[in-house]
């Protein structure tokens, strides 16, 4: 875990600024990570891991929407509780969870298992899997989050980015002889931007950025190399 040193550059207050960076990038994380999931299903899932209603739909829209700035502490609580879980539950590596002393269980409720199945968690930019207090940090800006937050596709390049990431998909299943057309029931549901990526059809930037974590585990890649496959596509060649 690496923490960001917070330096007084102007007359702007070093702790509204760390609030507001952090609040920013916070934003950035919860979207990709609650957009896994349908409003009443993510609810349904922290009630039934945690016993109690922890938090409802108008915070999620507050999260995502970046209108949500002062949340309660038990929102942090719940979400870093199910944070978690999900990433034990999936199997991310136990010396990058972060750890906590409440008295829940390790893992997310086997009832809800197409719920949290395929899902990711939110890390930070070491890759660890935050809980309450890590997310505390993250929404205050004290704690670095993924660098893949800073990524932008402007608008005139979504067509050309997504052209290039569903031609190098249907290659690489094409190399690896997997028929994908037949698996693509299974590959849109554990990532929305499946089907259009593959069919040939534009997504847009906010989605094509959100997903390419989970193309990227379809696939058994990393998410930077995805992105060297769109920077290639959308940068001006040399002449």
């Known amino acids: 875990m690496r923490l ?36 009443t299903k993510l609810i349904a899932l922290c009630k039934m891991y945690l016993g109690t209603g922890a938090f409802h739909s108008s915070q999620i829209t507050g999260f995502c929407q970046g209108t949500l700035t002062e949340p309660a502490p038990k929102v942090f609580i719940a979400l870093g509780l199910v944070n978690v879980a999900l990433a034990r539950t999936i199997g991310h590596p136990e010396d990058h969870i972060e750890q906590h002393q409440m008295p829940y269980a390790r893992t997310l409720p086997h009832e809800m298992q197409k719920v949290w199945m395929h899902r990711l968690p939110m890390l930070d930019r070491e890759g660890v899997a935050m809980g309450p207090v890590g ?21 005139k390049d979504e067509r050309a980015a997504s052209e290039a990431l569903g031609a190098y998909l249907r290659a690489y299943f094409g190399r690896h002889g997997i028929d994908w057309f037949s698996q693509l029931t299974d590959f849109t549901t ?48 040399p002449e």
């Not at 919860?30 to 957009?35: D, G, I, K, T, V």
């Not at 997310?135 to 608008?155: I, M, Y």
């Not at 094509?208 to 992105?227: K, M, R």
């Open 190 to 237: 554990r990532c929305a931007a499946m089907q259009p990526l593959l069919l040939n059809q534009p997504v847009s930037g906010d989605q094509l950025l959100e997903s390419l974590e989970h193309v990227a585990a379809i696939i058994d890649s990393d998410t930077n190399h995805l992105w060297e496959v769109i920077q290639d596509a959308i940068e001006p060649k």
């Open 135 to 155: 997310l505390f940090e993250a929404f205050c800006g004290l704690r670095e989050l993924s660098a893949t937050n800073q990524r932008q596709l402007a608008l």
């Open 4 to 39: 960001i040193p917070v330096i007084q550059t102007s007359s702007v207050s070093p702790l509204l600024s760390s609030l507001e960076r952090g609040g920013q990038a916070f934003y950035s994380t919860f979207r990709p990570f609650s957009r896994q999931f349908t409003q």
